[in-house]
Each structure stands twice: as structure tokens, then as C-alpha cells.
């Protein structure tokens, strides 16, 4: 599978020389495992979670889990609940995916919903509010690896965005992507 063009992400990228703080994410770990989940919801009172999946859960375009993140991966439905907890991909679950068949392979994989959406992050915020329904914006987290795309989207929809800076690998990613992240 290869994602298309992501002009979204190339126009919101101006939005960042308007509005700097659109790329400071609220939270900052290496991956997943140095988020405290349970305090998020306790603490934070976050009622939803959606994440990246390419370089923050999986390799690039694989639909199993990173090995080393199980527990952690494990962990976070536990605490939210599977319902509660969304992938939102910019391969999986796009327009880029024919048939959604990507996004069926990591439902299995993963355990959670795909969001289906037709704008590439930064943009499609609103897909993911029609999913998550009454949960406020601000009651939800967004975990990404790439500033321009995940920290921008979530900053974007109100959302408590947390940057895993550490990315699982560059192999077989896309390379427009890796340039501009």
C-alpha cells in the first residue's frame, strides 16, 4: 500500500508560521510506553484516545503491533475500553485504502476501530468527532509520531496531543513524509 500526495498536510504546515503553538505537543515520551495511561483518565479526565498508526503503533504499512509496545498496547484498552480507543492513519482507512482492506487487517490485528475518513491529517478532524460522538475534544488524546501531521491534527480539534519522538523505523516509509516531519 502507498499513500497518495498529502496536500493537506502541505498547506496546514503554513498554518504553523501563523500559529507556532499548533506544533507544540502537550505531552512529550520516546513511544507509547511512558504514557500513564490511567492517569490520563484519572487525572487528565481523557475519555478517548485515537492514534497514528504508522511509526507510533506499527512499522510503516504493517498491521500488527510493534512487539516491544504489547503491553503498553494492552494496557491503554484495558484502561479505556477498546470502543474508546481509535486508530486515525493516513493509510489505513483512507481513500488510499481500496476496500478498506488495510483497515480490516489492523481492526483484527489491534482490536479497535479504524477511523474511515477522506482528508489526510491535519485535516478530517471532524471524522473523528462524529465517531467519539459526545466525548468532548478536550476529554480526548491524540498520539502521533509526526508534528506536521498528528500534533498538528490534535492541536487543531482541541484535543491533548502527546509526540512519541522515537520513531520504530524509517524502512519502508514513506519518504515525502519522513522529509517533512
Not at 48 to 59: H, Q, S, V, Y
Not at 97 to 118: C, I, P, W
Not at 127 to 151: C, H, N, S, W
Request: proline residues 4%; aromatic residues 6%; charged residues 25%.
Amino acid at each position: 500500500m502507498v499513500q497518495s500526495l498529502n496536500l493537506s498536510g502541505i498547506a496546514n504546515a503554513f498554518r504553523v508560521l501563523l500559529n507556532p503553538s499548533l506544533a507544540m505537543p502537550h505531552i512529550i515520551v520516546d513511544d507509547i510506553r511512558q504514557i500513564n495511561f490511567k492517569n490520563l483518565k484519572q487525572n487528565a479526565n481523557i475519555k478517548a484516545i485515537g492514534f497514528d498508526k504508522d511509526n507510533c503503533l506499527t512499522a510503516p504499512y504493517v498491521s500488527t503491533i510493534y512487539p516491544p509496545l504489547t503491553e503498553a498496547w494492552k494496557n491503554c484498552i484495558e484502561t479505556f475500553s477498546k470502543d474508546k480507543v481509535l486508530i486515525v492513519s493516513n493509510s489505513a482507512g483512507t481513500k488510499d485504502d481500496v476496500d478498506y482492506k488495510e483497515a480490516q487487517k489492523l481492526e483484527e490485528s489491534l482490536g479497535v476501530t479504524v477511523l474511515r475518513h477522506d482528508e489526510k491529517k491535519p485535516s478530517g478532524g471532524q471524522f473523528l468527532k462524529e465517531k467519539l460522538g459526545p466525548i468532548p475534544a478536550d476529554q480526548t488524546a491524540f498520539v502521533g509520531d509526526r508534528i506536521l501531521t498528528d500534533v498538528l491534527f490534535g492541536n487543531r480539534n482541541g484535543n491533548l496531543t502527546i509526540w512519541t519522538r522515537q520513531v520504530i523505523t524509517e524502512e519502508g516509509d514513506n519518504k515525502a513524509a519522513l522529509i517533512v516531519s
